[in-house]
């Protein structure tokens, strides 16, 4: 394996996921939902199959998709996309930032990214050769993780290309807030960066917090590449239709990187997201309301057992702190919860740049059925 990959070998998820499976555990890791989505966009991925939508879709995605991507971000934030030059249709958000970071830095180019950040963008800024910057987020006096600007500045130097932003924010459930939003845009603006934005949890926002694109923001619109998915909003992360959204000569960047890493992809799943773009935006604000209630649940059973709960605006993650049950090591904690109690969790550390910082913290998914966050608290509870 090439030296700049030996970090990043199997990743937790997996790891974590086939604990789950070996030891017959609650898998509260990984995080995907364990009901289906929306019955209409599941048929029209169906019926595309058995209307002959199989063989390779146009590069940037079929145009009725790139249509709805483009209608529901007017609709819902305001934004303007062509969807013939400004919309890319990707193979979920994963590759449309793999392929913004591959098609817009030069070798030795510095990525800011926050820190924790989600365990693919270390690995494609390695990929890309360039070099990863982060940013620390720290949780302030109410258990938010919160952005300090300042800091931010700090890191800026001659040699920073792109900033990688990500709010709702995995693993901490953090909404950027206008006023951080503001400082992102300010300095973005002054020292002229690119700014890719990761919004797949863009529904998923709770207590009337409301998600705001960093490229709404002054001077944003015209160096952001906005990046979603389908696979959060409608409960379908196998599908893997994800995509990038930006000024014309950024998305031709992705779109060269992207044309040679998988060409297109999920031929019958794109009709069936436009579906789902198109008529069940209500049925992701019926999602977001019981994920806000399945959050209250499991931060309820995890405080039962002991656990410091660090309270998240959006996403389906709940960070939490295990120094109150006297531990200090979560990754430690994690390999042996399945063999204690019966559940799997994330350790926090593998997000963070310095996982010595992130050694207290364990992440939590309640994606899952009420009767499964319950067994998983009751079994819990078992660790007094
Ligand atoms: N970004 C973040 C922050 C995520 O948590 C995930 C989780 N799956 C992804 C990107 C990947 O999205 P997709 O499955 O659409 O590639
Ligand atoms: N985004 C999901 C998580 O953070 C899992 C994605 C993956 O398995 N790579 O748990």
């Known amino acids: ?25 609650i898998n509260l890791g990984q995080g995907f939902p364990d009901t289906d989505g929306p019955p209409a966009v599941l048929e029209a991925a169906r019926q595309a199959i058995s209307d002959g939508v199989n063989q390779y879709p ?8 790139r249509q709805a991507i483009a209608a529901v971000r ?22 449309a930032i793999a392929a913004a970071v591959l098609g817009l830095c030069e070798p030795g180019d510095e990525v800011i990214a926050l820190d924790p950040c989600y365990d693919s963008y270390p690995a494609v800024v390695a990929m890309a050769g360039a070099v990863l910057r982060p940013v620390p987020l720290r949780p302030d006096a109410t258990g938010r993780f919160a952005l300090d600007v300042d800091q931010l500045a700090a890191a800026i130097t001659p040699r920073t290309r792109l900033l990688l932003l990500n709010t709702p924010h995995n693993p901490t459930g953090t909404v ?62 196998g599908w893997k239709i994800g995509w990038a959204c930006g000024p014309a000569p950024l998305i031709a960047a992705v779109r060269a990187a ?30 977001r309301g019981d994920l806000q209630r ?79 966050i319950d067994a998983a608290c009751e079994r819990l509870a078992g660790l007094h």
């Not at 070998?9 to 499976?21: G, H, K, P, Q, Y």
């Not at 297109?264 to 019926?286: D, H, I, K, N």
């Open 58 to 65: 146009p590069g940037p995605g079929r145009p009725e998709l």
């Open 74 to 95: 007017a609709q819902t934030y305001g934004q303007h996309f062509d969807p013939d030059t400004e919309v890319l249709v990707t193979v979920g958000a994963t590759e």
């Open 176 to 237: 950027l807030t206008d006023a951080e939003l503001d400082g992102v845009a300010e300095l973005a603006v002054r020292h002229d960066l690119i700014v890719v934005t990761d919004e797949v949890y863009e529904y998923l926002t709770f207590d009337g917090v409301a998600h705001r694109p960093p490229a709404t923001f002054p001077g944003m619109a015209e160096r952001t590449v906005t990046v979603s998915s389908a696979g959060k909003s409608f409960s379908v992360t």
């Open 1 to 25: 394996m090439v030296s700049r990959l030996r970090p990043f070998t199997t990743t937790i998820f997996a790891e974590m996921s086939a604990l789950a499976v070996a030891t017959d555990a």
């Open 258 to 287: 992207k044309q040679f890493l998988t060409y297109v992809g999920g031929a019958p799943f794109q009709p069936a997201v436009t579906v789902a773009l198109t008529s069940e935006l209500e049925w992701v604000r019926q999602l």
């Open 294 to 372: 399945k959050r209250d649940r499991l931060s309820a059973g995890l405080r039962a057992a002991g656990f410091e709960v660090l309270h998240p605006q959006g996403t389906y993650f709940v960070m939490t702190d295990i120094r109150s049950l006297g531990e200090s090591d979560g990754m430690r904690f994690c390999l042996e919860l399945p063999h204690r109690v019966g559940v799997v969790a994330v350790p926090g550390e593998v997000f963070f740049a310095d996982s010595e910082r992130g050694k207290p913290f364990v992440r939590f998914a309640f994606c899952k059925r009420d009767e499964v």
